[in-house]
């Protein structure tokens, strides 16, 4: 049985904050606190179980299971079989959204974050999960590694929690997507402020112009609750599956502007 953490929420009303300035407080036995920026990944990881407990006990997070949810039904919309994908996670972190789809079922399963700390997390807490894991920068993916990569010969991509807020940017999600064979499926969740036309943020509009382009076939789409917010709010997501028709040119993010 995991450690249970004493973990404090801040008192003062923090309604100005934006999501990824969330933090909390982590109480030892001394009763000493130490401020943790929710956005601190690797601080967290470090941490055995309190990823899940902050996130998935305290914050109800729900999206592994919505996005294998949303995924699962698109592919059995035409009859293909959820055991045939060979899943690229991108933004794995600790293995949430991999465990989930190793439930599920599927042939391979590969993870990538861009911080060690997330990869030692994977293989402390969930060894059996990835058969692969690499630590890269989609943004700056070298050649070799983009080969290497590329021979899982994958049909499927993944990307749960992690699009937007300074996470993964389009540019290295766009990468992915490319690295898919084509036809292949793609699931994640995003923000609902995201697809919300007054959001006039990079990020927000490249995933829009995805979205809508002739590149992705979209199969699901439903907004749900991702998780609470630390001040109890429910934050309200879009959890998005589809089917790839097309690499997306190298100029795409030119073409709107970004
Ligand atoms: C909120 S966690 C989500 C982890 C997991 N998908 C889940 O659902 O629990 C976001 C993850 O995205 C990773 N991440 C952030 N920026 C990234 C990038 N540019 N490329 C790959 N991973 C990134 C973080 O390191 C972190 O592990």
């Known amino acids: 049985m995991l450690e249970k953490y004493r973990i404090k929420f801040p008192k003062k009303k923090a309604n100005d904050l934006e999501q990824n300035e969330e933090f909390c407080f982590l109480v030892d036995s001394d009763a000493q606190e130490r401020k943790i920026l929710f956005h601190e990944y690797g601080e967290i990881y470090k941490i055995q179980g309190l990823y899940e407990q902050l996130f998935y006990e305290r914050l109800k997070c729900n999206s592994p299971a919505k996005v294998a ?68 920068d989609f943004c700056n993916l070298p050649m070799q590694q983009k080969e290497d990569i590329q021979e899982w010969s994958f049909n499927c991509l993944t990307t749960v929690a992690a699009l937007g807020f300074g996470d993964i940017p389009a540019r290295a999600f766009i990468e992915a997507f490319n690295i898919l064979q084509s036809k292949g499926w793609i699931a ?71």
């Open 69 to 136: 949810e949303a995924l699962k039904y698109s592919v059995s919309q035409v009859h293909e079989h959820f055991s045939e994908l060979r899943v690229l996670d991108l933004g794995a972190g600790n293995g949430m959204m991999g465990e989930k789809l190793r439930k599920h079922g599927v042939s391979r399963l590969v993870g990538v974050d861009i911080i060690p700390e997330a990869k030692e997390a994977a293989d402390r807490d969930r060894p059996m999960v990835y058969d692969a894991y690499y630590i890269e």
């Open 188 to 258: 994640f969740n995003i923000k609902e402020t995201f697809l919300d036309k007054s959001d006039e943020s990079g990020f927000s509009v490249a995933i829009r112009e995805l979205i809508l382009s002739e590149y992705l076939d979209i199969y699901y789409l439903e907004r749900y609750q991702h998780r609470l917010s630390m001040e109890g709010q429910p934050l309200y997501y879009f959890a998005i599956a589809g089917r790839k028709n097309a690499d997306i040119p190298q100029d795409f993010l030119k073409s709107i502007d970004l």
